[in-house]
C-alpha cells in the first residue's frame, strides 16, 4: 500500500477553509481515495486541550512566546499521533492548516524572525512537509467581516487589522516561494473559488502516482 497524501488549506480567518476544505472532500471521493481530517492547533485530545487554552479570550497576557510553543506543541502531538500514523496506512489527510499558519502567524503577526521559527519547526517537524498546499488569499477586512458575521471573535481573531495585514503579507511572501503552494484569489465569488481550488487538484493529484 503506498503512502498517503497530505494536503492542508491555508488562509485567515473568514478566508473560506472550511467550506474549500468541504471541496476537497468531495474531490477525493470522487477520486476514491479515503481520508481523515484534521484541524490546528487541534485535532488530537490533548492538541484540543492546547486550541482551547490558545485560543479562548484570557484575563493573563499570553505572551508571544507562550502563544508560538503552544503551536507547536499541539502540531507535535497532531503529527506524531495523527498524522504519520494515518498517511503510513494509505489514507490522505485534509489538514485546516498546519506549519505556514505559525510562519504567517507568529512570524509575520507576531514577528519572529525565521530563523527562530526555522529551528522549532525543525525540531517538532523533522522535515516533514505537505504534499500540496491551498493558501486561500484574501484582504484582512473582507476575510474578517465573513468571520465577523459568523458570531463571537476568538482571541487570535480580536487582534487589530495591522496584525493580519501583516500575516497575510507573510502568507504571500512565503506561498511565493514554495512551489507546492498554490495561491487562491479566495476574494471571488464562492462558486469560482472552488473551480479554482477543483482545477489545482485536478492538476496536482492527476499528475501523481495515485
Ligand atoms: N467566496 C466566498 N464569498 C462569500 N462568502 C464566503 C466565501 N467563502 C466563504 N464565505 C463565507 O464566509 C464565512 C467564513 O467562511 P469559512 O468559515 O469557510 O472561513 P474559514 O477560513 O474556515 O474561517 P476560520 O479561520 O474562522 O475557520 C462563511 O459564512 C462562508 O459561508
Ligand atoms: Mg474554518
Redesign the pocket.
Known amino acids: 500500500m503506498s503512502a498517503g497524501k497530505f494536503i492542508v488549506i491555508e488562509?485567515i480567518?473568514?478566508?473560506?477553509?472550511?467550506?474549500a476544505i468541504a471541496v476537497i472532500e468531495q474531490y477525493l471521493q470522487q477520486q476514491n481515495i479515503s481520508f481523515d481530517k484534521t484541524r490546528e492547533p487541534g485535532g488530537t485530545p490533548l492538541a484540543e486541550k492546547l486550541r482551547t487554552l490558545v485560543k479562548e479570550p484570557c484575563d493573563e497576557q499570553i505572551t508571544p512566546e507562550c502563544e508560538l510553543f503552544l503551536m507547536y506543541a499541539s502540531r507535535s502531538q497532531l503529527l506524531h499521533n495523527k498524522i504519520l500514523p494515518t498517511l503510513a496506512s494509505g489514507k490522505w489527510v485534509i489538514g485546516d492548516r498546519h506549519d505556514l499558519s505559525s510562519r504567517a502567524y507568529q512570524g509575520g503577526g507576531r514577528e519572529f524572525n525565521n530563523d527562530v521559527i526555522d529551528s522549532i519547526a525543525n525540531i517538532t517537524l523533522n522535515g516533514f512537509k505537505p504534499h500540496l498546499t491551498l493558501y486561500l488569499d484574501i484582504e484582512p477586512e473582507l476575510g474578517l467581516g465573513?468571520?465577523q458575521?459568523?458570531g463571537e471573535l476568538d482571541r487570535i481573531e480580536q487582534e487589530k487589522i495591522e496584525f493580519f495585514h501583516k500575516v497575510r503579507n507573510k502568507y504571500l511572501e512565503l506561498a511565493n516561494q514554495d512551489e507546492t503552494i498554490f495561491i487562491i484569489d479566495?476574494s471571488?465569488?464562492?462558486d469560482k473559488?472552488h473551480q479554482d481550488i477543483r482545477a489545482v487538484l485536478g492538476e496536482q493529484i492527476g499528475a501523481s502516482d495515485q
Not at 13 to 19: L, R, T, V
Open positions: 488562509g480567518e473568514g478566508a473560506g477553509k472550511s467550506s465573513r468571520a458575521a459568523r479566495a471571488q465569488p464562492m473559488v
